[in-house]
């Protein structure tokens, strides 16, 4: 039993050593067209989930860059790959914008 | 020169409103409710207009952005006069938009590829931003029930950024 507990624990330990910082989820809302929080902190690694409540869908979009769609009543998310400030707006009414402050 | 469903608004506003300022009332919460849904069944059938007859990319998927808001914001309002027990009241300001957008949409029909594509954005932008002003000067102040009000505030937000993905539209036709 001892034996077999053994390269699960190696394992665990070493990929605990791989990534010093566990990867987190940020939830962000959408509500009456507006992100919030607005402006949010992340890491490399961590995936950022914005829940949209309104009754028409958003999109969460980049500039050349990623863009995830976030349909009515529902989720989307993406997971940050690279470090940097990014500015995003939603496509179909780029009134709405949002920011992301992502460290390596 | 178009008679648009926009001068038909602008009209409504320069004129002090009229027909209500000669009588210096404001438009009731069912007629309220008739002109939100009048303007937005506009839009939609406009839409529909544009996804049969453009064949640019960008102007079809607005249309489409179009179709699928308008229809969702006009679901609610549906929703909400039932909830409310209120039976939305035609009147001159929806009769006007509506017979000057039979007018726009027949303007439309006769034309083709890129004149089409231009007068249906450029309408699209002067539409938004004329229905904008009528929510933010009229509709929204004389607004009675708080839910109704809550509704056409967030209509608002939706709008103004149709007018702004209108405009970039129209700024990529170019």
Redesign the interface.
Known sequence: MRASLLPLLAALTLALVASPALAATIELTID??VFSPASVEAKVGDTIEWTNK????HTATVKGGWEVTIP?KSKGRITLKQAGAVDYF???????KGHLEVSP | MFIRPTAALAAFLLAGAAPYARAAEKPTDPQIAHIAYTAGTIDIEAAKLAIKKSRTKEVVDFAKDMERDHEAVNKQALDLVKKLKVTPEDNATSQALAKAAKEERAKLAKLKGAAFDKAYIENEVAYHKQVDSALETLLIPSASNTELKSLLETGLKIFQGHEQHAEHVAGALK
Do not use: T
Not at chain 1, 54 to 57: G, K, L, S, Y
Not at chain 1, 90 to 96: A, I, S, T
């Open positions: 009456k067209l309104d009754v028409i869908a009515p939603c496509r179909f009414h780029p009134n709405m």
